[in-house]
């Protein structure tokens, strides 16, 4: 599975980014994906997760803030995320695994990863 990741970038605090993930293999859906941080000198930790049958499990810090979802006919995993802190600049990766869970150890296929950058 290649997974091409899009929409990353910079934006000041307060603002929003859609962050997207399109998997080469149609069968990926049948996979819980999810999308995965790793700031400067931070362990990557899981933000968000699509299970197989659409339950969803984010993170205690997003508070609401971040949106999981998915495209099953275009094979696009998505991350909407708004009101943008500087604590959320970090590199975001999405990766399909086989547990609803925000650990990255059960992700074993990942994407190139893609830059977000908050400013205060």
């Known amino acids: 599975v290649q997974l091409a990741e899009s929409g990353g970038g910079s934006v000041q605090a307060g603002g929003s980014l859609r962050l997207s993930c399109a998997a080469s293999?149609?069968?990926?859906?049948?996979?819980?994906r999810g999308w995965f941080r790793q700031g400067p000198g931070k362990e990557r930790e899981g933000v968000a997760i699509?299970?197989?049958?659409?339950?969803?499990r984010y993170s205690d810090y997003e508070k609401g803030r971040f949106n999981i979802s998915k495209d099953n006919a275009k094979n696009t995993l998505y991350l909407q995320m708004n009101s943008l802190k500087p604590e959320d600049t970090a590199m975001y990766y999405c990766?399909?695994?086989?547990?609803?869970?925000?650990?990255?150890?059960?992700?074993?296929?990942w994407g190139q990863g893609n830059q977000v950058n908050v400013s205060s």
């Open positions: 699509n299970g197989r049958d659409g339950m969803r």
């Open positions: 293999a149609f069968t990926v859906s049948s996979y819980p």
């Open positions: 990766a399909v695994g086989y547990a609803l869970n925000l650990s990255p150890a059960y992700f074993g296929s």
